[in-house]
Nanobody, 120 residues
Framework: HVQLVESGGGLVQPGGSLRLSCAASTSTYRDCLAWFRQAPGKEREGVAF???????YYADSVQGRFTLSHDSAKNTLYLQMNSLKPEDSAMYYCATTPLYCSGNPTDYSSWGQGTQVTVS
């Protein structure tokens, strides 16, 4: 499996911004790349999805505030998070699947260790 390393989390005030990065150990050009998040006591939820070819999808809760981008030369996926809210606080995980993008975490075969985002 590809190895994924997330970075960029931290503490930010409401209304602030953060950019998360997910560096992959190998090319993932055939895979769906996704960001999930999980807050304490809650299920892991899909936040943003990057299909092969570049189409992106977002959860309704982050639509218009979060933006994905991908640097294929660096095998790195970015999540720009603007207008952050306290409810965005969670551990954010990067994941890949050779399947179609889905919001089901069990469809994803590779996961990073996570990066904590706290909005307060």
């Amino acid at each position: 499996h590809v190895q994924l390393v997330e970075s960029g989390g931290g503490l930010v005030q409401p209304g602030g911004s953060l950019r998360l990065s997910c560096a992959a150990s190998t090319s993932t050009y055939r895979d769906c790349l996704a960001w999930f998040r999980q807050a304490p006591g809650k299920e892991r939820e899909g936040v943003a999805f990057f299909e092969p070819g570049g189409r992106t999808y977002y959860a309704d809760s982050v639509q218009g505030r979060f933006t994905l981008s991908h640097d294929s030369a660096k095998n790195t996926l970015y999540l720009q998070m603007n207008s952050l809210k306290p409810e965005d606080s969670a551990m954010y995980y990067c994941a890949t699947t050779p399947l179609y993008c889905s919001g089901n975490p069990t469809d994803y075969s590779s996961w990073g260790q996570g990066t904590q985002v706290t909005v307060s």
